[in-house]
Each structure stands twice: as structure tokens, then as C-alpha cells.
């Protein structure tokens, strides 16, 4: 689990490449998509997820292992809704989307893109799950209908993952949707611990480096159907 709490300007771009003589026009900004799988919904944020995406963000496990603010408000909340999510999506980049189950529509995680490269066509994925709705299987389904969409509909070459040393959940997921590691990035990451006054202090360590190419995903969705899961996907 990793996010950020950026706020930067937005910016809208689109640029031009050659290819044969001709000028082909390159979109830079993601849509406004929705996913869907037979459990869950990946949309756009609204203004009524946050309540919960505050409660979300207070949990201990993302305090752990993310750089959002602690304690996280529902004003925090609201202004990642507003503000941030869409400033990122319309310069390009990255992108937020709220995971919802299909049948209680209830948020249960988040879904980030960053650092989105167009020119490369490459972008950084990182995900959260609710501790409400954690155990079933969520982060991958929704982690690897995000990689299906981004090498399908978005013609995407590479997905980024980064996971701190000590992070095994999320080192699980990313093994499950087919990134390989690449490599250790020694004492990049800042994670944080509890002290024994209940406040929190940073504790330094390493980030995992894993990739996703389309060619990974050959299986991956059989394999996760085959362990209960579901590997439909759709998007509009």
C-alpha cells in the first residue's frame, strides 16, 4: 500500500510524434473510466465517499505503510476528492479511482496511478484496501482490472510497483496479478511505527521494484479464477 497526498497544479497537454511522415496525436490525461469486474466497481471519486475514505486512511496499517497525513480528516478527505483526484487526471498525471463493491456499493479501497510517463507509456500503480473489507481478495481483482484496461484500452507497455520491504500483503498482490521484481531500491523508502507514547516516527527502509508488462498477464486472470476470484473485466 503506498499514496500520496500531492496538490499540485493541473495541466492539460497533448503532444505530437511522427511516424512515416505522419502526425499522429497522442492523448496525455486518462479518461474519466469506469471498471467493472463481477465484484467491484472502480470509478471516480464523489463527494460521498468521505466519510469513509477518511475512516480508511486513519487505519494503522495504511499510517504504516503510506506517506497520507495522520491523522487523515474528512476535510483532507474532501479536498482529495475536489481538488487533487481531478487536477491529476486532467494534467495526466495519474489517476484515482474509489474500488466500490457492486452489490452494497460501499467504498472498500483506492486505486492510484502516478508519475504517469505517456512518451513511455508507463505509469506507477499503487492500491489500498479498507481494513473492513480486507481478506477478500479485492486488491488484486481490482489491481489487475486496472492492468487490464491500461494495456488494453490504453495501449500501456509497462505498470510500476513499489512496495516497502516489510510490506508482504502488498508484495502478495503484486505476485498474484504477474509483476515480477526487478530489483531493490536500498533505504528509498520512509515508512513509520508506532512509538510507545501512540505517536508515529519514520522508519527508513527498502522499496521493492516490481513490473508489469502485458505479456505478464498471459494467465494471470485464469489463475486467479481458478482460486475463487473473478477475472471478468470491463470497462466504459
Not at 44 to 57: I, S
Not at 99 to 106: A, D, G, I, K, N
Not at 114 to 139: L, N, Q
Not at 192 to 210: A, K, N, Q
Amino acid at each position: 500500500m503506498r499514496t500520496g497526498a500531492r496538490m499540485l497544479h493541473a495541466v492539460r497537454s497533448r503532444s505530437i510524434r511522427t511516424v512515416h511522415g505522419m502526425e499522429l496525436s497522442m492523448t496525455t490525461t486518462f479518461p474519466d473510466i469506469s471498471i467493472n469486474t463481477d465484484r467491484l466497481v472502480l470509478r471516480a471519486l464523489e463527494e460521498g465517499d468521505a466519510p469513509a475514505l477518511a475512516e480508511m486512511m486513519n487505519d494503522e496499517l495504511v499510517g504504516a505503510w503510506t506517506a497520507v497525513p495522520q491523522p487523515f480528516t474528512e476535510a483532507a478527505a474532501r479536498r482529495w476528492i475536489s481538488e487533487y483526484a481531478p487536477a491529476e487526471r486532467t494534467a495526466g498525471r495519474g489517476l484515482d479511482l474509489a474500488v466500490t463493491e457492486f452489490l452494497t456499493q460501499r467504498l472498500v479501497g483506492i486505486v492510484q496511478l502516478a508519475k504517469t510517463d505517456w512518451k513511455v507509456r508507463s505509469t506507477e500503480i499503487s492500491y489500498i484496501v479498507a481494513p473492513w473489507a480486507r481478506g477478500e481478495g479485492y486488491a488484486s481483482e481490482a489491481a489487475l482490472a486496472t492492468a487490464q484496461w491500461l494495456f488494453g484500452d490504453q495501449k500501456f507497455e509497462r505498470i510500476e510497483l513499489r512496495t516497502a520491504a516489510d510490506n508482504t500483503a502488498s508484495q502478495q498482490v503484486a505476485q498474484k496479478i504477474g509483476c515480477i521484481s526487478e530489483g531493490v531500491l536500498r533505504n528509498a523508502c520512509i515508512a513509520r511505527t508506532r512509538t510507545e507514547d501512540g505517536s508515529w516516527t519514520d522508519l527508513r527502509t527498502d522499496y521493492i521494484v516490481w513490473g508489469l508488462l502485458p505479456e505478464d498477464l498471459d494467465g494471470v486472470a485464469d489463475q486467479m479464477a481458478e482460486a475463487g476470484y473473478s477475472s471478468y473485466t470491463d470497462w466504459s
